[in-house]
């Protein structure tokens, strides 16, 4: 069965500084991966995904995450981190069978970020 | 921007009880999602939902709880008889073909006394 690990449950880093949340997946075959984004009271935003091709995937709001199937990885990154980022981060990973699950996805327990001044 | 709204924001209601959380999805989307968070835990897939049918459902949905698409708008989750471990944030999410965008409502936050 397809799982995520995000092993940091809590993350603070200083403004202006750089940003990375490890994300670990398990599944058979080619994933399709997610990062989600939820600040306090809000739903879940995609920050960015992944379903083939360049494995170095551009998302919104600064962010990207590098696709690593050596290390089963999906490492979110930020060079410059703004205090507008402090949040709760997923990563989920999607089934790949079209004609079954239609998308539903299997995420991470999530990493807090929290911004310092 | 169409957004997908959940009502209500916050649900309190007695062991035993049934309720029924209500979502909107985007109006022209045609695959509909509930997702369940309970405090401190993952979010986790309970049901999907398409052509007036459920295409998918995770071990958690099981007898108690119920999906319908009443009309053309409205996604409801129905909790037949609540219990306490089913107090959560329940999120609802709608996209428009099987690998678009999901979009996730805000939640409705779930409190079984």
């Known amino acids: 069965a397809q799982s995520v690990t995000q092993p940091d449950i809590h993350i603070t880093v200083s403004e202006g500084a750089s940003l990375e949340l490890r994300c670990n997946y398990s599944?058979?075959?080619?994933?399709?991966l997610f990062w989600y984004v939820q600040s306090p009271g809000q739903g879940l935003q995609l920050l960015l995904k992944?379903?083939?091709?360049?494995?170095l995937v551009q998302g919104i709001k600064g962010f990207e995450a590098e696709f690593k199937r050596s290390q089963s990885s999906f490492n979110l990154r930020k060079p410059s981190v703004h205090w507008s980022d402090a949040a709760e981060y997923f990563c989920?990973?999607?089934?790949?069978?079209?004609?079954?699950?239609?998308?539903?996805?299997?995420f991470g327990k999530g990493t807090k970020l929290s911004v310092k001044p | 921007e169409p957004e997908v709204t959940q009502t209500p924001s916050h649900q309190v209601t007695q062991m035993g009880q049934e309720v029924i959380l209500r979502c909107v999805p985007i109006?022209?989307?045609?695959?509909f999602y509930w997702y369940r968070q309970i405090l401190g835990q993952k979010v986790e897939f309970l049901v999907s939902?398409?052509?007036?049918?459920?295409?998918?459902k995770s071990e958690i949905f099981d007898d108690q709880f119920s999906v319908e698409r009443p009309d053309g708008s409205n996604f409801t989750l129905k909790i037949r008889s609540t219990k306490l471990e089913d107090s959560a944030m329940y999120f609802c999410?709608?996209?428009?073909?099987?690998?678009?965008?999901?979009?996730f409502g805000p939640g409705t936050r779930l409190t079984v006394l």
């Open positions: 992944y379903f083939s091709g360049d494995t």
């Open positions: 989920a990973v999607g089934e790949s069978n079209y004609g079954g699950s239609q998308g539903n996805l299997i």
């Open positions: 999410a709608s996209i428009g073909t099987p690998w678009g965008e999901q979009f």
């Open positions: 939902f398409y052509n007036n049918e459920i295409s998918e």
């Open positions: 109006s022209n989307h045609l695959y």
């Open positions: 599944y058979g075959a080619t994933p399709y």
